[in-house]
């Protein structure tokens, strides 16, 4: 997997439906299987809220947050927000194995137990390529994904060396206010554009 770029691409780590617990006593093997599949099932789930905290190589922070509804994207940066279009069954990308492969996961390990948030979640470490280490918090009730941690060493592109993500999954999901009205806003000017395309007219002189 490439550096933690400033947005992670989120689309292009997109996964398929792959349900399974976590187990806080497997083998390697089956540790870095459970890893794996928590992240493809994190995909394919209707609503997804994803808070990201990077920390630079300076100390300073840059806080960032991605909602994923069923068919929109929500991104905000520096307190402003970018909609998109973003169907869930764009967030498929294959089977287990190859996400593995793709992510580059190895090295894993069980880290016992802990609580996030109230939910009771199995702790593993691992690593991926080309030098990023990580924990990765996932439910032992229903195999998802609830923290992650991820540090690498510093670069000369201005990546951050620490990544903090913490997530909340479907009912547990609202989009702000702020977002929605972002999204309508887009939503309008494309249909005015299509409108003007087709009549030569701009909405206010017809």
Known sequence: MNRLVSGLSLLTLGFAAFASPAFADSAPGDTCLAIGKSKVLEWNQAKLYRTRMDTMADGKLRPSVMIFTENGMYEQVRGLWRTG????NQRVAGPVDAVMGRMGIKDCASAGMDEVDGQKAA?????QDPDIRAKIWISDATGLPLRVELQQSPGADNNPVKVSLRYTYNDDVHVPKEAALRNFMRMKYSQDW???MATGSAPGNR
Do not use: C, D, I
Request: charged share 15%; aromatic share 24%.
């Open 85 to 88: 279009q973003a169907l869930r």
């Open 194 to 196: 299509l409108e003007f």
């Open 123 to 127: 702790v593993y470490t691992y690593a």
